[in-house]
Nanobody
Framework: QVQLVESGGGLVQTGASLRLTCAFSGRSFSSYAMAWFRQAPGKEREFVASISVSGANTFYADSVKGRFTISRDNNNAAAYLQMNSLSPEDTAVYYC?????????????????WGQGTQVTVST
């Protein structure tokens, strides 16, 4: 059974940076495309970024493009989300998700496994 554990969230000020980590266990990490989603209070869960199994292909939501970077380390079975120039609009619970197969996707329904989430709060 795949398990995903997110870490790295916290309370930061506008303009700060955070790096989220998703630790993967239970199966072969290199067989899974990975993604980050987020959910703000009162809003639906939304796609943030995704990465293919090799790391060669990445995709971003327009709202984070140029500020966030998704990456993965297949040797250490982890995915990362580097978040720069944070703003209050980025405040949300951030979830890591895994999908078996090469291709990444922006659709939450296509992901098989989810972490419990990590809170990111950006103050003004």
């Amino acid at each position: 059974q795949v398990q995903l554990v997110e870490s790295g969230g916290g309370l930061v000020q506008t303009g700060a940076s955070l790096r989220l980590t998703c630790a993967f266990s239970g199966r072969s990490f290199s067989s899974y495309a990975m993604a980050w989603f987020r959910q703000a209070p009162g809003k639906e869960r939304e796609f943030v970024a995704s990465i293919s199994v090799s790391g060669a292909n990445t995709f971003y939501a327009d709202s984070v493009k140029g500020r966030f970077t998704i990456s993965r380390d297949n040797n250490n079975a982890a995915a990362y989300l580097q978040m720069n120039s944070l703003s209050p609009e980025d405040t949300a619970v951030y979830y890591c998700a895994a999908r078996i197969g090469y291709s990444a996707s922006s659709r939450a329904a296509e992901y098989d496994y989810w972490g419990q989430g990590t809170q990111v709060t950006v103050s003004t």
